[in-house]
């Protein structure tokens, strides 16, 4: 499997070699919310390209983290440490946060 970083570099590579995006933060996020809606959409409809509408979504995501200088791989590393620290109890069938990692 290959990791994020080097996922990161390839998608970076397709997006300047073909003149997308690389500059406008902004309307990378708008494109990332489109994309999250066409999976939604998918999702909904029962279309059957949901996975290629939620890969859509994650290229986007990995184009942002390139964007602002996120090594997201680290990121991701770190809140699910951060997730996995916390506690929970349910209350009326809803996950109540009652201890804070670290």
Request: hydrophobic share 40%.
């Amino acid at each position: 499997m290959i990791d994020l970083n080097e996922l990161t570099d390839r998608l970076w590579a397709n997006k300047t070699a073909k003149g997308f995006n690389t500059t406008d933060i902004e309307r990378e996020f708008n494109f990332t919310y489109g994309e999250l809606a066409e999976a939604y959409d998918s999702y909904r409809k029962n279309k059957g390209d949901i996975d290629e509408e939620l890969a859509d979504v994650m290229l986007f995501v990995l184009s942002l983290a390139r964007m602002q200088g996120v090594d997201l791989e680290a990121a991701l590393l770190k809140k699910m440490n951060k997730n996995e620290q916390r506690e929970y109890i349910k209350v009326d069938g809803r996950n109540i946060r009652v201890k804070e990692a670290g």
